[in-house]
C-alpha cells in the first residue's frame, strides 16, 4: 500500500546542482531506512545515499562530498541534494524505503542527466 513518487530530476550542466525528492504515502511505524539508489546505462543498480528514520545518514563513496541526503520524517519524505554534479552521475535515480519485514518499496525513478 505504500508508494513512493520521485521528483526533481532533470537535466544539468557539470558542475550544477540538482535537488530530488520522494515522497512516500501511507504512515510508518518504527525503524525504516530511506535511501537513493541509481542505474546508468550498461550498470547495475547501485546505492548513492541512505538515511535512517533516525537520522544516519550513509554514502556511497561516489558522492561523498558531493550530495547530501537529508529526511523530514513527519512529511515521510527523503531529498537529495546533489551538488558539483559529473557526467557519470548521470542515471535514473529511485528512492525507496525499507521497512524490514515489512519488506521495500521501490519509486517509479527519475532522470537525471549531466551533460554539456
Known amino acids: 500500500q505504500v508508494q513512493l513518487v520521485e521528483s526533481g530530476g532533470g537535466l544539468v550542466q557539470p558542475g550544477g546542482s540538482l535537488r530530488l525528492s520522494c515522497a512516500a504515502s501511507?504512515?510508518?511505524?518504527?525503524?525504516?531506512?530511506m535511501g537513493w539508489y541509481r542505474q546508468a546505462p550498461g550498470k547495475q543498480r547501485e546505492l548513492v545515499a541512505t538515511?535512517?528514520?533516525?537520522?544516519?545518514?550513509d554514502y556511497a563513496d561516489s558522492v561523498k562530498g558531493r550530495f547530501t541526503i537529508s529526511r523530514d520524517n513527519a512529511k515521510n519524505t527523503v531529498y537529495l541534494q546533489m551538488n558539483s554534479l559529473k557526467p557519470e552521475d548521470t542515471a535514473v535515480y529511485y528512492c525507496?524505503?525499507?521497512?524490514?519485514?515489512?519488506?521495500?518499496?521501490w519509486g517509479q525513478g527519475t532522470q537525471v542527466t549531466v551533460s554539456l
Open positions: 525507496n524505503i525499507n521497512r524490514g519485514l515489512l519488506g521495500i518499496t
Open positions: 501511507g504512515t510508518f511505524l518504527g525503524l525504516n531506512v
Open positions: 538515511m535512517s528514520s533516525g537520522g544516519t545518514p
